[in-house]
């Protein structure tokens, strides 16, 4: 009976592991097409500013490009924000299980673990919503400059 409880927390953990990584994976590919979007927007938007404003075709071109390497810089920024978030959520989860694990299989662990996953889960979109505020005044604050 206690190994059968020991291989169900297991099984558990494997599981969760793997769906914690899923998730991640999905809110990477989110992020990165929201900001691609995002971005092709304000280069759209720039753009006929300028062309409205009667730049010239090179003034245009140079400030273009500023956007570009700006925006090259904030997706570099954004990726790693995301890689140091992955890592902690995923050593988070680890810990967790591997202190589970040590105290034996039962329900308490299976509830903590659940906890847990739930808590990551509100961490997750604390730290999506806090990362559209960062980008837009990135953003702001690169228009400004321009």
Known sequence: EEEEARRRLEALHRQELADL???LAA???R???RLRERMNSDRLERRQKLEEEG???EEAAKALAEI???EAVEMQ??????EAEKREKVTAVQEAQAAAKQQGAGAAEADELERLRRSLEREEADLRAKGRG???ARRGALEDRI
């Open 77 to 82: 920024k954004d990726k790693e924000a995301f």
């Open 31 to 33: 992020r990165r097409a």
């Open 134 to 136: 960062d980008a837009e």
């Open 68 to 70: 570009d390497e700006g």
């Open 21 to 23: 990584q899923v998730s």
């Open 27 to 29: 809110e990477a590919l």
């Open 55 to 57: 730049a010239s075709e």
